[in-house]
């Protein structure tokens, strides 16, 4: 597991309403490596990406076989596996050992070549992919430099795509949350969920548009999202809060307390059921030819 030190969160006071202290960030490094510490946890805890992604990909960017990919921050490989399904090759770049360790092991064929290293380290020949994929982790990337690799790991004409399941859906009330917004404020926090007034980095769309166009080499940006919901039961709702970076970065015995917290909550005050609203958000854009 990545350990927790003074490294680990750094100030982030940009956004902020003047009158909250200042949260403690989860840095980008510490976000990188909080997820490897159980894998089939994070694999199994995590709902998958909704079909119409995936549906999207095929119809507009080429997913399917033949396809050429890169995937940044592959993860256990849930988004992975659904593109070496389409009948795409992938380059499945994951900083974490673990996390490659257990992505090469259980996706493993002749499709897929996992990279143990940082984006911004990854060898990508340039002009070789028809397409580049992100899967809820872009936000833990330095965002313009990776779009201007992304767009020179990209063919013309070749497509760039990021999605995210965020577990929030913007006027759906959501009973759980506000029903443990204490037991989990005043931690470190990972900003791009929203904080001080600022929408999650994922539902930025004018941010994200404005990244892309900064760019440069990207025509074509389209965003589109869906609303649906999950329903946990108390063990469930442990396993995906635990999968959360907001989570790994707590001292044990704090950890333990407060997921000991959620699990009385959901099924004491929830009778053993609990439903949380996900907003799917994915965008495209295509490398200028």
């Known amino acids: 597991m990545a350990r927790r030190t003074q490294c680990d969160v750094t100030e982030g006071a940009q956004g902020r309403d003047p009158a909250m202290p200042d949260p403690l960030e989860i840095t980008r490094d510490f976000g990188r490596e909080a997820f490897g510490e159980d894998p089939d946890n994070y694999d199994t805890a995590r709902p998958p990406y909704p079909d119409w992604i995936f549906e999207t990909l095929a119809t507009r960017c080429g997913l399917g076989p033949g396809c050429a990919a890169f995937e940044a921050g592959a993860g256990t490989g849930i988004a992975t596996r659904r593109l070496l399904a389409a009948g795409a090759s992938v380059v499945a ?119 892309v166009e900064r760019a440069g080499a990207f025509e074509d940006f389209r965003h589109e999202q869906s609303v649906w919901s999950v329903e946990f039961d108390p063990d469930q709702i442990v396993r995906l809060y635990a999968s959360y970076s907001d989570m790994a970065i707590r001292l044990p015995d704090d950890r333990g307390r407060v997921l000991a917290e959620l699990h009385r909550i959901a099924t004491e005050d929830f009778a053993g059921r609990v439903t949380r609203n996900i907003t799917t958000i994915l965008y495209t854009a295509r490398r200028r030819g």
């Open 93 to 211: 770049i994951e900083p974490d050992a673990r996390l490659a360790a257990w992505l090469a092991e259980r996706a493993a064929g002749p499709k897929l070549k996992v990279v143990n290293a940082t984006f911004e380290a990854a060898l990508l020949e340039d002009a070789a992919f028809d397409l580049g994929a992100c899967a809820t982790a872009f936000h833990w990337l330095d965002e313009d430099a990776a779009l201007a690799k992304i767009a020179r790991a990209l063919k013309p004409g070749g497509w760039w795509a990021m999605w995210w399941n965020v577990y929030a859906a913007i006027d759906l009330p959501d009973p759980f949350h506000e029903a443990t917004k204490d037991l989990l404020g005043g931690g470190p926090v990972q900003l791009a969920n929203g904080v001080g007034g600022r929408p999650p980095y994922a539902l930025d769309v004018e941010a994200r548009q404005a990244a």
